[in-house]
């Protein structure tokens, strides 16, 4: 009986150190400012979109962007037979990778993100299919949004690589801590009393 629970405990501890191992949170690969090309990779030998849900088969960007603005997301193949996909949510992400593939790229929000729009095949490529481009996409809020890349196929090797190009978003503005604005606002009302000190003598 002893050995029994013994190895009954083991078991769950193994199982609860697995999960814990699978329950990673996302970390993103960076952000994307207006204007620049960024480079990542995926695990191209499994589908990151088809839903097997495996770590590390999705890449995370960020940019922050602007109510109206028209922005334009090219996404590049680096290896010839990489074909890759991506979508585009409003809002960030910690949760746990594993949940995330196949989740809403197809049209259903994710945790705390929304889900926008999603890109394959708009670019004729010579390698299998055609990579991914959205084109004129009108932003409707002002705030932090998220691209996820991911392998379309699931046909190539492990560690395969593309770019992304993100144009047309206006960085939201960062409005100051209040402190720092009465802070500011009062020195420069002591500028003014000192003028007029200044003037009357």
């Not at 699978?22 to 960076?30: D, F, K, N, R, S």
């Not at 334009?72 to 949760?95: C, E, K, M, P, Q």
Request: hydrophobic share 40%; net charge negative.
């Amino acid at each position: 009986m002893t050995i029994l629970k013994t190895l009954s405990y083991a078991a769950t501890a193994g199982l609860l150190t697995a999960s814990a191992a699978m329950a990673a949170p996302i970390v993103y690969e960076g952000s994307i400012a207006p204007g620049t090309t960024v480079s990542g990779t995926v695990d191209g030998s499994v589908c990151g979109i088809c839903g097997e849900g495996t770590p590390g088969t999705l890449d995370f960007w960020s940019f922050s962007g602007t109510a109206g603005d028209s922005i334009t997301i090219t996404g590049t193949r680096v290896d010839v037979n990489f074909d890759h996909s991506f979508g585009l949510y409003f809002g960030t992400t910690s949760a746990d990778e594993s949940l995330t593939a196949g989740h809403a790229f197809y049209g259903s929000d994710f945790d705390t993100m929304s889900f926008l729009a999603f890109a394959d095949d708009q670019i004729s490529h010579a390698g299998p299919f055609g990579d991914p481009l959205l084109s004129g996409f009108s932003l409707a809020q002002t705030g932090i949004y998220t691209i996820v890349v991911g392998a379309a196929s699931g046909q190539t090797a492990p560690n395969s690589a593309y770019q992304l190009t993100l144009e047309g978003n206006t960085p939201a503005a960062v409005p100051l801590p209040a402190g720092l604005a009465l802070l500011l606002g009062g020195l420069g009302g002591l500028g003014m009393l000192r003028r007029k000190k200044s003037a009357a003598v």
